[in-house]
Protein backbone atom coordinates (compact mmCIF):
# COMPACT_ATOMS: atom_id res chain seq x y z
CA UNK A 1 0.00 0.00 0.00
CA UNK A 2 0.95 3.35 -0.75
CA UNK A 3 0.83 6.29 1.43
CA UNK A 4 -0.11 9.98 -0.04
CA UNK A 5 -0.11 13.39 1.94
CA UNK A 6 -1.73 16.04 -0.49
CA UNK A 7 -0.34 19.89 -0.09
CA UNK A 8 -0.52 23.08 -1.69
CA UNK A 9 -3.86 23.85 -1.58
CA UNK A 10 -5.57 27.41 -0.43
CA UNK A 11 -7.89 30.48 -0.89
CA UNK A 12 -7.47 32.09 -4.06
CA UNK A 13 -9.05 34.05 -6.94
CA UNK A 14 -10.40 33.61 -10.20
CA UNK A 15 -7.99 33.58 -12.67
CA UNK A 16 -5.19 32.63 -9.95
CA UNK A 17 -2.50 29.86 -9.99
CA UNK A 18 -2.29 26.95 -7.78
CA UNK A 19 0.07 24.11 -7.76
CA UNK A 20 -0.70 21.05 -5.69
CA UNK A 21 1.88 18.24 -4.30
CA UNK A 22 1.72 15.00 -3.24
CA UNK A 23 4.48 13.34 -1.58
CA UNK A 24 4.04 9.21 -1.60
CA UNK A 25 5.64 6.81 0.96
CA UNK A 26 5.70 2.77 1.59
CA UNK A 27 6.96 2.08 -1.99
CA UNK A 28 8.43 3.37 -4.88
CA UNK A 29 5.97 4.88 -7.40
CA UNK A 30 7.96 3.62 -10.26
CA UNK A 31 5.57 1.16 -11.32
CA UNK A 32 2.73 2.92 -10.35
CA UNK A 33 0.20 5.41 -12.14
CA UNK A 34 -0.79 8.17 -10.62
CA UNK A 35 -4.13 10.79 -10.43
CA UNK A 36 -5.58 13.62 -8.62
CA UNK A 37 -9.76 13.26 -8.60
CA UNK A 38 -11.60 16.07 -6.79
CA UNK A 39 -14.90 16.31 -4.84
CA UNK A 40 -17.29 19.72 -4.63
CA UNK A 41 -19.77 19.78 -1.90
CA UNK A 42 -22.97 17.77 -3.06
CA UNK A 43 -21.16 16.02 -5.95
CA UNK A 44 -19.43 12.59 -6.91
CA UNK A 45 -15.73 12.55 -7.33
CA UNK A 46 -14.62 13.70 -10.21
CA UNK A 47 -11.73 12.58 -12.65
CA UNK A 48 -9.16 15.51 -13.19
CA UNK A 49 -6.19 14.30 -14.38
CA UNK A 50 -3.40 11.26 -14.62
CA UNK A 51 -0.48 10.01 -15.33
CA UNK A 52 1.01 6.74 -16.39
CA UNK A 53 4.35 5.12 -14.61
CA UNK A 54 6.84 6.04 -16.96
CA UNK A 55 5.25 9.79 -17.46
CA UNK A 56 5.17 9.70 -20.82
CA UNK A 57 1.17 9.68 -20.87
CA UNK A 58 -1.03 12.28 -19.43
CA UNK A 59 -4.73 12.09 -18.96
CA UNK A 60 -7.42 14.75 -18.44
CA UNK A 61 -10.96 15.61 -17.32
CA UNK A 62 -12.87 17.80 -19.88
CA UNK A 63 -13.00 20.24 -17.66
CA UNK A 64 -9.67 20.98 -16.42
CA UNK A 65 -8.56 20.41 -20.16
CA UNK A 66 -6.02 23.32 -21.56
CA UNK A 67 -5.52 24.59 -17.83
CA UNK A 68 -4.19 22.08 -15.09
CA UNK A 69 -1.35 20.14 -15.75
CA UNK A 70 0.09 16.57 -14.01
CA UNK A 71 3.46 15.83 -13.65
CA UNK A 72 5.77 13.45 -11.67
CA UNK A 73 9.06 13.42 -10.79
CA UNK A 74 11.88 10.41 -9.76
CA UNK A 75 11.31 11.09 -6.13
CA UNK A 76 7.90 9.63 -5.32
CA UNK A 77 6.30 13.64 -5.87
CA UNK A 78 3.55 14.05 -8.48
CA UNK A 79 2.15 17.91 -9.12
CA UNK A 80 -0.90 19.41 -10.06
CA UNK A 81 -0.12 22.72 -12.03
CA UNK A 82 -3.56 24.61 -12.14
CA UNK A 83 -3.92 27.46 -13.95
CA UNK A 84 -6.29 30.17 -14.84
CA UNK A 85 -8.61 28.62 -12.09
CA UNK A 86 -12.49 29.32 -12.06
CA UNK A 87 -14.57 29.25 -8.62
CA UNK A 88 -16.54 25.85 -10.12
CA UNK A 89 -13.11 24.03 -9.44
CA UNK A 90 -13.88 24.97 -5.63
CA UNK A 91 -13.57 20.97 -4.39
CA UNK A 92 -11.58 18.55 -1.99
CA UNK A 93 -8.92 17.26 -4.35
CA UNK A 94 -7.39 13.98 -4.24
CA UNK A 95 -4.06 12.28 -4.98
CA UNK A 96 -4.78 8.88 -5.80
CA UNK A 97 -2.26 5.67 -6.54
CA UNK A 98 -2.76 2.21 -8.34
CA UNK A 99 -0.30 -0.29 -8.96
CA UNK A 100 -2.14 -1.99 -12.00
CA UNK A 101 -4.80 -0.02 -13.14
CA UNK A 102 -5.47 3.54 -14.58
CA UNK A 103 -9.01 4.81 -15.08
CA UNK A 104 -11.31 8.25 -14.64
CA UNK A 105 -13.41 5.90 -12.09
CA UNK A 106 -12.76 7.13 -8.83
CA UNK A 107 -11.83 3.06 -7.66
CA UNK A 108 -8.46 3.34 -7.39
CA UNK A 109 -6.40 1.59 -4.62
CA UNK A 110 -4.69 4.26 -3.01
CA UNK A 111 -6.18 7.70 -1.63
CA UNK A 112 -4.78 10.66 0.28
CA UNK A 113 -6.59 12.86 2.48
CA UNK A 114 -7.13 15.36 -0.19
CA UNK A 115 -6.61 19.22 0.41
CA UNK A 116 -8.96 22.13 -0.18
CA UNK A 117 -8.80 24.15 -2.95
CA UNK A 118 -11.43 27.47 -2.86
CA UNK A 119 -11.92 29.64 -5.72
CA UNK A 120 -13.32 32.72 -5.18
CA UNK A 121 -15.22 35.00 -7.85
Known amino acids: QVQLVESGGGLVQTGDSLRLSCAAS????????MGWFRQAPGKEREFVAA???????TYYGDSVKGRFTISRDSSNMVYLQMNNLKPEDTAVYYC???????????????WGQGTQVTVSS
Open 96 to 110: VADSEVLTTEPVWGS
Open 26 to 33: GRSLNSYF
Open 51 to 57: ISWSGGS
